[in-house]
């Protein structure tokens, strides 16, 4: 089977079109539209709006959702998909509760090629680029398993965004568009790699665009990201402030807090200074330890001090501390399955 035949991610017309070519009258389009998007349907057998026979008839991959293999539920009710795609490869998928907010963390990517460091997903290697289809499901299976609306989707699970730039704006289409979610609500994440920032940025997305900085020098960065030998801090901040000027939304910047590596006072002053006039918002990011590598996770009085010295220097700071650690749901601790 083609990936074309795949129907999640298809609009309402584009589903209208399928569903005529298969003898079927053309108010039946509006009627899969709703049951793939509203009712999250996994299967022709829960729609029952359309003739049994017919349901009978049709292959179920065809819809091109993915099957859960695995859920666990951190105290905080955070809780990890393992979702098992039509290959049979596994990716995980996080969803976040809040009592005003349904978040769901995506992955794009089957594992990562960049290999950061810190990062669980990053140490196991990269596989294959996720589909809009395939990125469409994480969403739907999080929000009927809630059984309430997702509000979020942040693109902070296994992968590199900008590495699947296509299917990842395909998806950003369809969850904007048909499952309903403001462009505003939704956040991509990217290490930042050349030229991939402004590709992203004449797309004109009203997106909440967020880069992982991690160091306030060149040094630091190279030691915690490979890909930072081929890219200068000074020219991805550049094209951040090109972003910024492309789309008018200003960039949040991530920052994860290493324990004596990039948490110190002459840190905090260097990308204060980076950062000056700049539209920004900056997210501290408290380590969460992983098995692979053997950094510690700074203090609470260490975070609060970094924290207090970006705010003296009117840099708009807040600390994040991540959610579901006790299921490694949590940022960087998403890994590849076999
Ligand atoms: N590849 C993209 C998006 C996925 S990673 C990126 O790197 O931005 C999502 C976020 O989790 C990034 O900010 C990443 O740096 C962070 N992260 C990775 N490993 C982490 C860890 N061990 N503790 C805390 N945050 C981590
Ligand atoms: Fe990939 Fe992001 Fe992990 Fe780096 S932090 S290895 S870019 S997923």
């Known amino acids: ?60 991959n065809i819809i091109g959702r993915s099957q859960i293999n695995y859920c666990s539920i951190a105290p905080d009710q955070t809780r990890k998909y393992l979702l098992k795609l039509a290959d049979g490869l596994i990716i995980e998928a996080v969803g976040i509760p809040t009592s005003k907010r349904l978040t769901v963390c995506v992955s794009s990517q089957v594992g990562c090629i960049m290999g950061c460091d810190f990062c669980a997903t990053g140490k196991g290697g990269f596989t294959r680029n996720l589909k809009a289809h395939e990125i469409i499901d994480q969403i739907l299976t999080v929000q009927k398993e809630f059984g309430e609306r997702v509000s979020n989707v942040v693109f902070m699970g296994m992968g590199e965004p900008l590495l699947n730039l296509p299917e990842v704006i395909k998806a950003v289409k369809t969850i904007n568009e048909d499952i309903g979610i403001g462009q505003r609500s939704l956040t991509i994440s990217t290490v930042g790699l050349p030229q991939k920032i402004l590709e992203l940025a ?21 030691k915690l990201i490979p890909s930072a030998n081929h890219y200068p801090l000074s020219q991805l901040l550049k094209e951040c402030r090109e972003y910024v000027k492309i789309t008018g939304r200003r960039v949040t910047f991530e920052y994860i807090l290493l324990a004596g ?40 009085e260490r975070v609060n001090d970094f924290l207090n010295q970006l705010k003296q220097e009117n840099i708009a700071v807040s600390v994040r501390y991540s959610r579901g650690l006790e299921a490694d749901a949590a940022c960087g601790q998403l890994r590849i399955r076999s």
């Open 261 to 300: 590596v990039n948490d110190l006072p002459h840190h905090a002053k260097e990308l204060a200074q980076h950062l000056r006039g700049f539209q920004t918002h900056v997210n501290l990011i408290p380590y969460n330890p992983i098995s692979e590598a053997d950094y510690q996770r700074p203090s609470k």
């Open 1 to 60: 089977m083609s990936t074309q035949e795949v129907l999640l991610g298809k609009s309402l017309p584009q589903l209208t079109q399928w569903i005529t070519q298969q003898g079927q009258p053309s108010y039946r389009g509006k009627q899969l539209y709703q049951w793939l998007y509203e009712k999250g349907a996994n299967s022709w057998q829960d729609m029952t709006v359309f003739p049994q026979k017919w349901r009978e008839s049709q292959d179920n």
């Open 202 to 222: 004449h797309h004109q997305l009203q997106i909440t665009f967020a880069v992982s900085l991690h160091a306030s020098n060149q040094e630091v960065r190279e």
